[in-house]
C-alpha cells in the first residue's frame, strides 16, 4: 500500500519553490501525494492534473491557527504518513498542525540572511517558536541558505541536509542551440525571475542607462509587482530592455539569446540560473554566496555595488566568443554532475526512508 504525503505551500503561482514541487512530485509515483495550499492561486494547471489539491483558504495570518486544526483534520481523515512544508507561513502551519507522530519535513528555499520575510523581528519570533513546538527535519537548498537560516534565528538545528535543486535534462535536448552572434547585430541578453525587489532588476536598468549607445539588448522574462515602475523607468530613458512577461516554456525562449544575466541581492538557489546551465549558456552573475556555491567558476561574477563593473565584464564577454562558450560547456558540465533531477531525487527518496526508519527503530532499554 502506497504511503501518503501531503505537500504544503502557501500556493501554487509559478515560482522557484512551487516550480521545484512541481517536478519533484512527478518523480514520487511510489506515493500518494496531496498539495495543501494556504491560498488558491495555481498557474500549474494540467501539469498537475492528477495531483489533488486541497486550499485551506487562509484569509488572515491571524488565522493561522485555524489553518493548522483544518490541516490536522486533514491529515487524519487521508490518513497521511509525511508532511512536506514549504516557505515560512506554510512551514508554520504544517509545526501547528502535523501530529508528532507523522514525520514533518521543512524545506529552505531562501537565503535568510538576507529575505524580506526574515527581515521582520515578528516573522523571525514565529519561526523561531514554531521550530521548538515541533523540530521539523530541514532540508535546505544550498549550504549557505542552511547556515544563515539558524544564524538568523539563533536556534540550533535538530537534524538537517542539503538537497541541492536541480532542473531535468531531459527537457534540453538542444542544449547548445543558443545564439552565437559575431561583432554584427545585436548582442541579446535575457534574465528570468518574479519582477520584486530581490530580484534588483533596477540595478540592470540603471546599467541600461550607461548603455544606450551600444547594440545591445535585455529582455526580462518574469511578472510581478514592480512592472510598472520598471516599464516607466524603461520609457522614461528609451532603455533597450523589454519586459516579456511570464511565459512556460523558458528553455525553448532563452536558449534564442547570447547571454543569461541575473543581478540578485540574494537567492536560496536559482532554478532560473539551472535551467541556463543546463543550456550551455555563458552566465553573468551578482557576486552572492548562493551563486559561487551553485556556479563555482562556471561563471562570471560582478560587484553589486557597482554598475561599472557590470558593465566591463559584460563588454569582456562580448568582445570574447570562444570565453563564452568554454564558459557555457563548464555550467553545462558542472550541472550534469551535481544538480540533476535523477540525484537530487535518489536523496530525497533516502531521507524520507529515513525518517520512517526512525520512527520504527525501537527504543533502546
Known amino acids: 500500500m502506497k504511503k501518503t504525503i501531503v505537500h504544503i505551500i502557501d500556493n501554487m503561482a509559478r515560482g522557484g519553490a512551487e516550480t521545484m514541487l512541481a517536478n519533484v512530485i512527478r518523480q514520487l509515483p511510489e506515493y500518494n501525494n496531496i498539495i495543501v495550499t494556504l491560498y488558491p492561486e495555481n498557474e500549474f ?24 486544526i483544518k490541516l490536522r483534520r486533514f491529515i487524519r481523515k487521508n490518513n497521511v504518513h509525511i508532511v512536506h512544508s514549504h516557505l515560512l507561513w506554510s512551514t508554520v502551519v504544517a509545526r501547528m498542525g502535523t501530529p508528532k507522530k507523522i514525520p514533518l519535513f521543512t524545506t529552505i528555499h531562501t537565503y535568510a540572511a538576507a529575505a524580506i520575510e526574515y527581515s521582520k523581528w515578528y516573522m523571525r519570533l514565529l519561526e523561531k517558536f514554531t521550530y521548538r513546538f515541533r523540530k521539523s527535519i530541514i532540508i535546505s537548498v544550498a549550504n549557505v541558505s542552511l547556515e544563515a537560516y539558524f544564524n538568523v534565528l539563533g536556534i540550533k538545528p535538530n537534524k538537517a541536509y542539503i538537497l541541492h535543486t536541480f532542473t531535468d535534462t531531459a527537457i534540453f535536448n538542444n542544449s547548445n542551440n543558443y545564439q552565437k552572434k559575431g561583432s554584427t547585430g545585436t548582442f541579446r541578453l535575457v534574465t528570468v525571475g518574479n519582477l520584486k525587489e530581490a530580484k534588483n532588476h533596477f540595478f540592470l536598468l540603471n546599467a541600461f ?8 539588448s535585455l529582455d526580462i522574462y518574469g511578472k510581478g509587482s514592480l512592472d510598472v515602475p520598471m516599464q516607466k523607468m524603461i520609457d522614461e530613458y528609451g532603455l533597450n530592455v523589454t519586459l516579456k512577461g511570464q511565459v512556460e516554456n523558458v528553455p525553448e525562449i532563452i536558449k534564442n539569446y547570447d547571454l543569461f544575466v541575473m543581478s540578485s541581492i540574494y537567492e536560496g538557489f536559482s532554478i532560473s540560473v539551472l535551467e541556463a546551465m543546463a543550456l550551455g549558456m555563458p552566465l553573468l552573475l551578482s557576486d552572492i554566496a548562493s551563486f559561487r556555491e551553485q556556479c563555482e ?3 562570471v561574477y560582478f560587484n553589486l555595488k557597482d554598475s561599472d563593473d557590470f558593465i566591463t565584464n559584460l563588454l569582456a564577454l562580448i568582445n570574447d566568443q570562444q570565453q563564452r562558450a568554454i564558459l557555457g560547456n563548464a555550467a553545462k558540465q558542472r550541472l550534469a554532475q551535481n544538480f540533476t533531477i535523477d540525484k537530487h531525487m535518489q536523496q530525497l527518496k533516502e531521507i524520507y526512508s529515513s525518517a520512517f526508519s526512525d520512527i520504527e527503530q525501537p527504543a533502546l532499554s
Not at 494540467?46 to 495531483?51: A, G
Not at 542607462?209 to 545591445?216: A, H, T, V
Open 45 to 68: 494547471g494540467k501539469e498537475l492534473n492528477e495531483v489533488p489539491i486541497h486550499c485551506l483558504h487562509l484569509r488572515s495570518h491571524f488565522q493561522l491557527p485555524l489553518a493548522a
Open 209 to 216: 542607462k550607461k548603455l544606450k549607445q551600444q547594440n545591445i
Open 297 to 299: 567558476d562556471t561563471a
